[in-house]
């Protein structure tokens, strides 16, 4: 299959290429043996990955000369509409794991707030986090603090993806859609649509056009950025474990303060298709009673409930 990929201007290689660290490891009973710290070099990086975020951090930079509690206010609106429904609640628990159903134009609106986080398509996000439960914590996992806090939280996305298996595989059920297909297509597109919009709204409302997209943009995202990857390496790394899972995924309080629930992670890798990721009463769960205010008004049915 390697060898269709290459050119055809290209003479076969007597040898065959040095296989990739990764594919020289054999399946493990256990997924907990042998781990190693990934290292990162320069010529790992991801460009079309890396420059957006590394740019959106360097434009926090700015954020004190463009203050205005409007733009704050704004950066919290789309943290929550974005983030909250847009990640947690739509690519999360409803594309990837199909916790409930809601109709499809509402499926479709919600997929367009995901996309406005530039974190990739809903195909590749979901085909990554579909792996991620395939493989938790173990070699094959995209994203385990296992090969290190830092590699989990931010180096795998900023490089070059080094599995076996392309994400995409993994979510053929999304690409059957005409919809998410085009969407996935263009996921970095409506950002400019808002940004834009954002700063001619601004400027209507009183030059406030860089302000609105320096904090309701750059910063909005920045902050959602390391709140969802804080759950892959976080609650991953610290909290309690109310399930004996296969993984290290733990409940993790602060995260989920501010991940709209996703923090209480153990209970989710226990039972990952319930829509609740919080199951004591305290573990308070926006997310899910989002879900169950949705179903209020018929937009959100056959709601998965954890086993037990
Ligand atoms: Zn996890
Ligand atoms: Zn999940």
Request: include cysteine; hydrophobic fraction near 40%.
């Amino acid at each position: 299959m390697p060898a269709t990929l290459d050119p055809p201007s290209r003479p076969a290689p007597v040898t065959p290429t040095p296989p990739t660290p990764a594919a020289t490891e054999q399946p493990r009973p256990h997924a907990h043996h042998h781990h190693e710290r990934i290292t990162v070099t320069w010529a790992d990086i991801d460009w079309w990955h890396f420059t957006p975020i590394a740019l959106m951090h360097a434009a926090c930079l700015a954020a004190p000369f463009y203050f205005s509690w409007s733009g704050v206010a704004l950066a919290v609106f789309l943290w929550w509409a974005c983030g909250g429904l847009g990640i947690c609640l739509c690519y999360h628990r409803l594309l990837t794991h199909r916790s409930f159903k809601t109709p499809k134009p509402v499926e479709y609106f919600l997929t367009v707030l995901g996309v406005l986080n530039w974190q990739g398509g809903p195909i590749e996000w979901v085909g990554m986090h579909r792996l991620h439960h395939k493989h938790s914590d173990g070699e094959e996992d995209p994203h385990s603090p296992k090969h290190g806090f830092n590699w989990a939280h931010v180096l795998w996305v900023v490089t070059k993806y080094r599995g076996n298996v392309p994400p995409q595989d993994a979510a053929k059920d999304l690409a059957r859609d005409p919809f998410l297909r085009f969407i996935d297509k263009y996921h970095w597109a409506p950002q400019i649509g808002l940004a834009a919009l954002l700063y001619g709204l601004g400027q209507w409302a009183g030059g406030l056009g860089l302000s609105w997209v320096v904090w309701g943009v750059c910063i909005r995202m920045v902050v959602t950025y390391h709140i969802t990857w804080f759950v892959n390496s976080a609650s991953h790394t610290w909290g309690y474990r109310s399930h004996d899972t296969d993984d290290d995924s733990r409940n993790l309080w602060w995260v989920a303060l501010l991940s709209f629930g996703e923090g209480w992670h153990n209970n989710h890798h226990a039972h990952q298709r319930a829509a609740a990721h919080g199951r004591r009463w305290w573990e308070i769960d926006p997310t899910y009673l989002t879900i169950v205010a949705m179903s209020w008004v018929g937009l959100a049915k056959d709601i998965v409930r954890p086993g037990r």
